[in-house]
């Protein structure tokens, strides 16, 4: 996951049926993104929130933030964050321009 992170410049890891997973790719899609996707099923979800922390401690070398959710949104490299953070972005104005930096956007 680690490279998978590092590799794109979206990535959005979603759990299967989830609804507010639905609504940030529905989102990133409406920007003209195309986000790497990893769907992810109860099965595996403890597993993938492990590796979460593993990739966030890899960046970051303290953080206050709370423990991953889903969806869990990464941009550039880094954990973004979920559904509020995302949608906060884009009232604001911040989400185009933050992907067009990490060249997820080219208009």
Do not use: Q, Y
Not at 94 to 100: D, F, I, S
């Amino acid at each position: 996951m680690t490279k998978l992170v590092a590799e794109n410049p979206v990535v959005v890891f979603a759990r299967s049926g989830c609804c507010m997973c639905h609504v940030v790719k529905l989102l990133l899609h409406g920007h003209g993104v195309n986000p790497t996707i990893f769907d992810i099923n109860e099965e595996n979800e403890a597993a993938v929130l492990e590796e979460f922390s593993k990739i966030i401690d890899k960046v970051e070398e303290k953080s206050d933030r709370p423990p991953p959710s889903f969806p869990a949104v990464f941009v550039g490299g880094n954990l973004f964050g979920g559904l509020e953070e995302v949608m906060a972005a884009h009232i604001t104005g911040e989400l185009v321009p933050l992907l067009r930096k990490v060249g997820a956007l080219w208009l």
